[in-house]
Nanobody, 114 residues
Framework: QVQLVESGGGLVQPGGSLRLSCAAS????????VGWYRQAPGKQRELVAF???????DFPDSVKGRFTISRDNAKNTVYLQMNSLKPEDTAVYYC????????WGQGIQVTVSS
């Protein structure tokens, strides 16, 4: 059973950067497509970055040009580099592999505030 642990969040000022990590254990995570998601208070969880098995990436317009996603299959880890952060990026961030039935991790809080 794959288990996911997100890390790297915190408090950052507007315009700042953070890099989140998603470490997977107990499975073949490196063979899955993976997404980073976020959920702000009172809002639904939304996909903010996607990386395929082969490394193709995709982003919604709200983060395009500011966020990048990458993976290190040898470490079973997927990263989310977030630049030019805005207050509206404040949320709990999660990673998961769509359609694989993996339980959600606890997520990691990202707060963008001056």
């Amino acid at each position: 059973q794959v288990q996911l642990v997100e890390s790297g969040g915190g408090l950052v000022q507007p315009g700042g950067s953070l890099r989140l990590s998603c470490a997977a254990s107990g499975g073949v995570f490196s063979t899955y497509a993976v997404g980073w998601y976020r959920q702000a208070p009172g809002k639904q969880r939304e996909l903010v970055a996607f990386i395929s098995r082969g490394g193709t990436t995709d982003f919604p317009d709200s983060v395009k040009g500011r966020f990048t996603i990458s993976r290190d299959n040898a470490k079973n880890t997927v990263y989310l580099q977030m630049n030019s952060l805005k207050p509206e990026d404040t949320a709990v961030y999660y990673c998961n592999a769509p359609g694989k039935g993996i339980a959600w991790g606890q997520g990691i809080q990202v707060t963008v505030s001056s």
